[in-house]
C-alpha cells in the first residue's frame, strides 16, 4: 500500500505492505488503459476525449518528480524543482517586489517554520501543481473537480460560462472558471486570502491575485500547465512558468490530515 508520511513540513509517500488488500483499492486496475503488444500501458497513446470532443483531463495525475529532496531525513522522495522555489526555471527567479524579496529570504533563512501549510493550513492552487501527492480530476460537463491527497480537499473549476464572482469571503483555492481554447483549458482563479506561499521558500500571494493556468493533456500520460502569476501587490509584473503532471495507473486516493499525528510544529523553531 501506498502511506503518506510527514516529516518537517513535507509529505513523503512510501509503500509498505502491511494493511490486507482488501481494505482498499491501492492496487485495484485502471480501467480503459490503452495497451502495448507486451501489454504495458501505452502513456503515448492520443489523448481521450469526451462525448463533446473536448480533450478529457479525468485520471489520478501526480507532478514530474526531478529532485530529490532536501537532506533533512525523507531518505529517496523526488519533488519538482518548483516545490521549492516556484520560479527556478527562470531566468533571473519572480519579479519580486522588494517587501516580497526581503520576506522570502527572511523566510529562507527561518527554515521556512512559518510556512502555512506546515502549520496545517490548506496549500492554495499552486502548490496542489508542486506537492508530490495525487489528484483525481472529474470532468462532467460544466465542470471539472480535483480531489487532492493534499489535506483531503476538493477544487471546482466551472466550464458553463459563468463569470468570476465578486469577492466576498476568500477561498484557500480561490474562485476558478475555465473555458476550452482549442485543446487548452484556460483556467482563471481569483479571491485567494493574503499570505498564502507559492513555495517552501516562501514566495508570497496577496488578496491581489489573479492565477491564470493553461491545461493541456499532450497524450495519455502526459499533462503540461502553464501557470501565470498576476500579482500587483507582491510582483513587478505578471509572470509565467510550466510544469508537467504525469498519469499515475492501478491505485486510488488517500487521506492526508497534516493534524492527524503531528509532531511537527514544536520542532519549527527556524534560527
Not at 493550513?121 to 496542489?128: A, M, R, S, T
Not at 521558500?201 to 501565470?228: C, H, Q, W, Y
Not at 509572470?239 to 499515475?248: A, D, L, P
Amino acid at each position: 500500500m501506498r502511506t503518506i508520511l510527514r516529516i518537517a513540513g513535507l509529505t513523503v509517500v512510501t509503500c509498505v505492505v502491511s494493511v490486507p488488500a482488501f481494505a482498499q483499492w491501492l492496487t485495484y486496475p485502471t480501467a480503459g488503459v490503452p495497451r502495448l503488444l507486451n501489454g504495458s500501458p501505452n502513456l503515448q497513446a492520443p489523448t481521450p476525449r469526451t462525448a463533446d470532443g473536448k480533450p478529457d483531463l479525468s485520471g489520478i495525475w501526480e507532478p514530474e518528480k526531478n529532485r530529490p529532496c532536501p537532506p533533512d531525513g525523507c531518505a529517496d522522495m523526488q519533488v519538482p524543482l518548483e516545490f521549492m522555489n516556484i520560479g527556478y526555471s527562470l531566468k533571473d527567479g519572480p519579479p519580486y517586489q522588494p517587501w516580497a524579496l526581503d520576506a522570502r529570504k527572511s523566510r529562507i533563512e527561518q527554515n521556512g517554520k512559518d510556512d502555512p501549510v506546515s502549520r496545517c493550513l490548506p496549500g492554495g492552487i499552486v502548490k496542489l501543481h508542486t506537492t508530490p501527492q495525487l489528484r483525481k480530476f472529474i470532468q462532467i460537463p460544466g465542470l471539472i473537480v480535483t480531489l487532492n491527497e493534499m489535506d483531503a480537499t476538493y477544487r471546482q473549476i466551472f466550464t458553463d460560462g459563468r463569470p468570476l464572482p465578486p469577492i466576498g469571503t476568500p477561498a484557500f483555492k480561490g474562485y476558478s472558471i475555465g473555458k476550452w481554447e482549442g485543446d487548452t483549458l484556460v483556467v482563471e482563479s481569483t479571491g485567494f486570502p493574503d499570505g498564502e506561499w507559492l513555495d517552501r521558500n516562501g514566495s508570497p500571494l496577496t488578496d491581489a491575485a489573479k492565477i491564470t493556468e493553461r491545461i493541456r493533456r499532450v497524450n495519455f500520460g502526459r499533462m503540461e500547465i502553464e501557470l501565470t502569476v498576476d500579482d500587483p501587490k507582491a510582483y513587478t509584473k505578471p509572470w509565467t512558468i510550466t510544469m508537467i503532471h504525469t498519469i499515475v495507473l492501478d491505485t486510488e486516493l488517500m487521506d492526508y490530515i497534516c493534524t492527524e499525528n503531528e509532531k511537527d510544529i514544536g520542532h519549527m523553531v527556524g534560527k
